[in-house]
Structures are given as C-alpha cells and as structure tokens.
C-alpha cells in the first residue's frame, strides 16, 4: 500500500487538495474518478520525499510549438485512421524524428499502461500541455470526441504559430535597417569624427554648431562607454526586477495594451483566444464555470487574469457570462453581445466560436495593416538620423576647406 497526495479540481471547478492510500498510481486515479475529481496532479509518497515527480527526476521534457502542433496533428491523424490511442503513441515513440516528440510518446505510453487517462498523462509527461490543452483533451475522453478535439487543438496552434512567425518575418528588415543605421552612426563617430576634428584643429576654425553636438557626442560615447554599458545594465536588472513583482508584471501587462498600434494587436490576440478556449470547452460539455476557471489559469497576462477572475467571481454569485463581462470591464461590447446571444438561444459555444472567428479576421487585418507601417516608419527615422549626420560631417568638411583656402 503506497501513499498518494493529489490535486485535482471537483465538478465546480474548485480546486481540491487530498492523500490517498492505494496500492499503485492507476488506482489513485480510479479512486479520484470515483469520487467526480478531474486529477491536476498525483505524487506518491517517495516523489514527495525526494521532491520531483517521476516525470521531473527524469527530466522535464519541454515541446517547444511546432513539436507540440507536430505531435497533436499526427497523434489526431493517427486516431482518426482508427489506431488506438495507445497504439498510435507506440508508433510515434518508434518511428517520431523529433527526439522531443518521441520521448514524449514514450512517457505519455507508460503512464497509460499504468492506469491514468490521456488527459492526466499529458500533465504529467511535459509542461508543454498547458492546463488549456489538458483539459479540452480530458473533455473530449469524456465525450468520445478526442480526435477533433486533437483537430481543434491543432488548428488553433497552427494559427497561433502563423501570427508569430509573420510578426518575427516582419521586423527581420526594419531590425536590419536598424542595425545597420547603428552601425553607420559609430563608425561616424568613433573613425571620421576624430579625424575630422584634427583636421578642423590644424586650420584653426571653429566647428559648426551641429559638427559639435556630434563631436561632443561622440568623445563623451568614446570616454564614457564603460559607464553607458553599465547603466544599460542597470536598466536591464531594474526591469527584470520590476517585472518579478506581481504588481510590476500587472503594470507592464496592462500597459502593453494601451501602446500604440501594438495595444489593439495584442488585445484582440487574446480576445481571439479566449473565445476559441470557451467555445471549445463549453462545446464539450465543460460546465461555464469549470471552463472560466480555467481558462483564467491559462491566461498568462495579469491584467486580463484579473479580469477573468472578476467574471468568474460574478458568474459563481448568479449573474449570466454576458453581465459578468460587461460588469467586469476590459471586454469589448462585441464579446458581450455574442456571450448573450448565445445565453438566450441555448447555444453558448456556437456564439463563442463566432466570436472568435471575427477576433480571427480582425486579428489578421490589424497585423497586415501593422506590418505594413513598421518597415516605412523606421525607414524614415532612420533616413533622418543619417541626415543630420551627414549634414554635420560634410558642413565640417566644406568649413575646413574655406579656411585652409583663406589661408593660402
């Protein structure tokens, strides 16, 4: 007999706490299911005492997303073509490239062989499988519908990796253009300014205002740079800092969404998110509550968590999801009033995939529109900053040259 200590979360979505003496990890995981508790996680006894999982003595495995979007589209794939699931992951454990994928299959196929669902396996096996992930799987073993469940999943990281991908292809020229202008910049002041300077000195003139703001620049850069690398690293700390303080990270996530052009993409990425989650778990048969409990869990800015848990808190006191949301605030009206359509035809989850379908578009249009000024924008600025660089070198230049000709 082997002593368990779980966590797992009852039919409210409340989160519940508790030791089981059982003779292996399956029958920890019958008996929860017995008594209605979903499994978050279960620790045996000489997992507690040396302090890590079995999972984590062996060292987590960490799916980074187009491993983990590769190992759900083929394991849907796979179940999809009638393999069962335990088979299905034999044949990735064996035949996988990706050496992350194959252990994963591997890990995930023992857990299985010793009595837990695909769900509680998948929190287990690699923190990779999010609280979202996990639990939109354990509702489609409830349901019987783990393949398009797996579809849904995939498709929504496809999504998700396309946007990035798209916001990293977009910033590759103007990061270039930036970094060459950097470039062009020290090398004006750290080789030409010098030399320009001991020429200006030798004819004796005096140098132009804007020659000067560069000179004096560029000797307080060359004198000074040990100090300037400091306080930049300073800035770094102190932000790291600040950013390790709940209330820090709580600012900074809220801030992110009033800054200019980026705010309204972010926002509506998660907009977007959020209601593909809830259609997705509400679909499923996941009660409202259960599903906002954990979505919030996944949600990884604060500002928006704390919203989250407003609604939450208002939906567990009577009020219908469209009044929490508006009561709530930080959500736009568009959400509100597909959330209360959906209340009153009886047909949530349909309202709530709706809704992420034109967060999907809005999305898509607002990261084109955004693409599309970055590049010319820092054109310009970096156009004006060559500018009056040059302006100050060659007027420096035709200065020196007027006096070393009155001198003659």
């Not at 800015?301 to 999801?321: C, H, I, K, M, P």
Request: aromatic share 8%.
């Amino acid at each position: 007999m082997s002593s368990f200590s779980y966590t797992a979360l009852d039919s409210t979505g409340k989160t519940v706490k508790g030791r089981l003496d059982v003779g292996t990890r399956g029958e920890a995981y019958r008996s929860l299911e017995k008594r209605r508790l979903t499994p978050v996680q279960v620790r045996s006894g000489e997992d507690i005492e040396t302090g890590a999982t079995k999972t984590s003595s062996q060292g987590a495995i960490h799916l980074g997303r187009a491993p983990l979007i590769q190992f759900t589209e083929e394991l849907a794939d796979l179940l999809d073509a009638g393999v069962q699931l335990q088979q299905a992951l034999s044949i990735m454990a064996e035949r996988q490239q990706h050496a992350g994928v194959k252990k994963v299959s591997r890990r995930l196929r023992e857990l299985l062989r010793d009595g837990a669902t695909f769900s509680q396996a998948l929190s287990e096996a690699s923190p990779s499988f999010d609280d979202l992930y996990c639990n939109l799987v354990a509702a489609g073993e409830a349901s019987g519908s783990l393949t398009k469940i797996l579809k849904r999943l995939g498709s929504s990281l496809t999504i998700l990796n396309e946007l990035q991908k798209r916001v990293i292809q977009a910033m590759i020229y103007p990061a270039f253009l930036i970094l060459a202008c950097v470039g062009l910049i020290i090398v004006f002041m750290t080789v030409l300014m010098p030399q320009l300077t001991t020429l200006l000195a030798s004819t004796n003139q005096q140098l132009p205002a804007a020659t000067q703001a560069l000179v004096d620049l560029s000797q307080g850069f060359v004198k000074h740079w040990w100090r300037i690398g400091l306080g930049l690293a300073g800035l770094v700390v102190l932000w790291a800092s600040i950013l390790c303080v709940p209330s820090g990270r709580y600012w900074w996530d809220f801030l992110k969404m009033k800054f200019p052009l980026f705010g309204p993409v972010f926002a509506t990425r998660y907009f977007a998110t959020l209601s593909q989650g809830l259609a997705n778990l509400v679909k499923n048969g996941v009660p409202l509550l259960s599903a906002l409990k954990l979505m919030t869990r996944a949600t990884t800015n604060r500002y928006y968590r704390q919203r989250l848990q407003a609604v939450t808190r208002l939906v567990e006191d009577g009020e219908s999801f469209s009044v929490a949301l508006q009561k709530a605030k930080g959500f736009p009206m568009l959400l509100v009033d597909l959330t209360a359509v959906g209340e009153q035809t009886g047909d949530l989850g349909r309202s709530l995939a709706k809704a992420a379908i034109r967060y999907d578009k809005e999305l898509n249009g607002k990261i084109t529109r955004l693409t599309s000024m970055i590049t010319p924008v820092i054109i310009v600025i970096m156009a004006v900053l060559v500018t009056l660089v040059a302006y100050s070198i060659v007027s420096a230049i035709f200065k020196s040259v007027n006096g070393i000709r009155s001198s003659n």
